[in-house]
């Protein structure tokens, strides 16, 4: 069984559109994270959710919102897409409940959606 | 920006020992060491941390110095499996600011 999925694995789209990333973890795990994974490698957080309320929120363009219907899923929707928006989206997920604490041990990464805007 | 340095790329030879420098001279006393590794295609996995003294677990050893300023990621027996970037991150608990910067590709040379 996989622990961390996300679909779609790929997205290709045009700019001006609204999509979605949907994700889900069957680890029980209460917190949950988007990464992005830019051209040039690096890896940032995005945001982190523990128990379906919002936790951290970097410097993320507003177009850019999360939702949880639950404690297994964070679904990443991205309004007016722009070309910056290309890049490898990660979710992950764990255990920890602490509010604002980054449990770097125990973070479980789905395989990532490579989004391409056109 | 990332607050370590790696190199860019490593070669090791399998079976050998792969030694994964990092630098991250400004650490503060809080801020434990992170290893990640990231095989092609695939989302980083964790591999250890460390805070002030040398750990070792089934897949790796952590070395830091005393200073702390420095570690060293070392893979004892390293295998063509093994051929992945390897993230070294510092980071308290509590920051919110959680960057991987471009890591060491490391290739495990037959």
């Known amino acids: 069984d996989t622990a961390v999925s996300q679909t779609p694995k790929y997205l290709v789209t045009q700019m001006g559109n609204d999509k979605s990333i949907k994700c889900e973890q069957n680890?029980?795990?209460?917190?949950m994270y988007w990464y992005k994974q830019d051209s040039k490698k690096f890896l940032k957080i995005m945001f982190s959710?523990?128990?379906?309320?919002?936790?951290i929120n970097e410097t993320v363009p507003n177009r850019f919102s999360p939702k949880s219907p639950d404690k297994a899923h964070l679904n990443l929707h991205i309004n007016s897409l722009e070309l910056g928006d290309s890049a490898v989206y990660f979710c992950?997920?764990?255990?920890?409940?602490?509010?604002?604490?980054?449990?770097?041990?125990?973070?479980?990464f789905g395989p990532g959606t490579r989004l391409t805007v056109t | 920006d990332a607050k370590t340095t790696q190199p860019p790329s490593m070669d090791c030879a399998e079976g050998r020992a792969a030694n994964l420098p990092c630098n991250h001279s400004?650490?503060?006393?809080?801020?434990?060491v992170y290893w990640y590794r990231q095989i092609h295609s695939q989302g980083p996995q964790y591999i250890i941390h460390?805070?002030?003294n040398n750990e070792t677990n089934e897949m790796a050893s952590l070395i830091i110095t005393e200073d702390r300023k420095s570690s060293t990621l070392i893979l004892p027996h390293a295998t063509l499996r093994d051929t992945a970037v390897y993230y070294c991150?510092?980071?308290?608990?509590?920051?919110?600011?959680?960057?991987f910067g471009k890591g060491t590709r490391l290739h495990i040379l037959p």
């Open positions: 460390g805070l002030k």
């Open positions: 991150i510092v980071r308290a608990n509590r920051d919110d600011k959680i960057i």
């Open positions: 680890l029980g795990h209460d917190t």
């Open positions: 992950a997920s764990s255990q920890g409940r602490g509010r604002g604490v980054w449990y770097g041990h125990e973070q479980y």
């Open positions: 400004t650490i503060s006393g809080n801020e434990y």
């Open positions: 959710y523990n128990n379906k309320e919002l936790i």
